[in-house]
């Protein structure tokens, strides 16, 4: 085996993406990337200084400025630790928002790039098998029907940090309303690439899930 494989899984909001590409990652000894905090990092510093999140210029001024840290526990931005503070209903919006714009995503992309240059990476998030390593060695998306997903999502700690405790149905008119705004962005949409494995995970368990991204890296190395 070489440098190790870059692992690209993509999908909607709480198909249970940061749950499988941490094992996977894990199992095969990998550093695992969550792009979407990166995402959602830039939206919180920018809202923090006050930028509204539709001035692209000096979203994309601050994204490009900014020291971003994402590791499994613990996400910075410029010194902050915004590990908690980003798994909010204001930031899941605000990030939707900031990754509508192409100079921001142009910046990212660019770090995520350099993040998996040296291979041996699971890299999560909306574009990663289409736009930030098209050519990577195993391509994965995720999905699973809506009222599974809005399940998953209100029964994930990580995001039950915030007071208001949101009904089932807040939550899947939440994820449905990022969703749209996610495929039908004019920059990068969400949308499986190609050449992707698509999983439809709706009844799967996270084990079952894994085994499968598992084979098919197996098959890659
Ligand atoms: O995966 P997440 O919910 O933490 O992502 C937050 C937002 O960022 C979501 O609206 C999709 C967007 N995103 C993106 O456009 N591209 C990525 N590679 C990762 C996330």
Do not use: C
Not at 76 to 89: K, S, Y
Not at 92 to 115: K, N, T, Y
Not at 139 to 163: F, N, S, T
Request: glycine share 8%; charged share 25%; net charge neutral.
């Amino acid at each position: 085996m070489s440098r190790g494989l870059i692992v690209a899984i993509d999908g909607p909001s709480g198909v249970g993406k940061g749950t499988i590409a941490r094992r996977v990652a894990a199992r095969l000894g990998y550093r695992h990337v969550d792009t979407g905090a990166m995402y959602r990092a830039v939206a919180w510093a920018a809202a923090n200084a006050g930028i509204p999140l539709d001035a692209e210029p000096r979203v994309a001024q601050l994204a490009a400025a900014a020291t971003i840290h994402v590791s499994d526990d613990l996400v910075e931005i410029n010194g902050h630790d915004v590990t908690g503070a980003i798994r909010t209903p204001d930031i899941d919006r605000g990030a939707s928002a900031v990754a509508r714009l192409p100079a921001v995503r142009a910046i990212l992309v660019e770090r995520q790039r350099a993040l998996g240059a040296g291979g041996a990476i699971v890299m999560e998030g909306r574009d990663i098998g289409t736009v930030v390593f098209p050519a990577a060695d195993v391509k994965v998306y995720l999905d699973a029907a809506p009222e599974e997903r809005a399940r998953r999502r209100a029964a994930d700690p990580a995001h039950a940090g915030h007071a208001t405790r949101l009904l089932l149905a807040e939550v899947a008119a939440e994820l449905d309303a990022r969703d749209r705004a996610d495929t039908t962005r004019q920059s990068s949409p969400l949308m499986p690439a190609a050449d992707a494995h698509v999983i439809d995970t709706t009844g799967l368990s996270i084990d079952e899930v894994t085994k499968t991204v598992l084979q098919i890296a197996g098959s890659r190395q």
